[in-house]
């Protein structure tokens, strides 16, 4: 990404260098090529840091509507600890008979 903003800058002091009028629009063709792509990469640079805030947003406000819900389907599901990024863990599966300390209840 720090090559691709020296380019325009290295060509253009190439231009000033350029005594030949056909050889010092070639290189103004590219420098203006460079700018093109440069703009082009920070646009999709920017882009990206966007979908990535969003979907950092999205992953709050679902997990905020996790804790809140009262869905039957959606209770399956805690958040564990309070830390700035939470992790959603499934319910633990009921216990197994080896694992329950009382012996069942007669009828």
Known sequence: MQRLTKYPLLLLSITKCTEVA?????????AECCRQILNHVNQEVRDMENL??????????????LKQ???PLLSEFKVK????????HPKP????????PKPPRSP
């Open 93 to 100: 599966l009921p216990f197994t008979h080896s694992d329950n």
């Open 69 to 71: 819900s009262t869905d």
């Open 22 to 30: 056909a050889e010092r629009a070639k290189v103004e063709q590219a």
């Open 52 to 65: 990535m805030k969003l979907k950092d947003y999205q992953r709050r406000l679902d997990l905020s509507n």
């Open 81 to 88: 600890g309070e830390s700035q990024d939470p992790q959603i």
